[in-house]
């Protein structure tokens, strides 16, 4: 990228705000291309436990830098936390 960013940094603030604000339904999930996990936090959602996790998550993308986040949910495609 132009501005020194490494490539997939750009969906961090929008995967962040998805998770904390939709988290139960598992759209960031589904952002970043998790569709297993995705399903699974929608399976959550609908138990009470999803938005909990969402909410955490969300903070925990936000937080990270981006050559963290690339490093860990795009490149290493880790799925949880």
């Known amino acids: 990228m132009s501005d020194g960013k490494p490539a997939g940094a750009e969906k961090k603030v929008a995967a962040g ?3 904390i604000l939709l988290g139960g339904l598992g759209i960031h ?3 970043l291309g998790y569709t ?3 399903v699974i936090q929608l399976i959550l959602g ?3 436990i999803g938005s909990i996790i969402g909410i955490i998550e969300g903070i925990i993308y936000l937080t990270k830098s981006d050559e963290e986040f690339v490093a860990t949910y795009i490149t290493g495609k880790k799925g949880w936390f």
Do not use: P
């Open 29 to 31: 999930k589904f952002y």
């Open 46 to 48: 609908f138990c009470g």
């Open 17 to 19: 705000v998805l998770a």
């Open 36 to 38: 297993k996990e995705g």
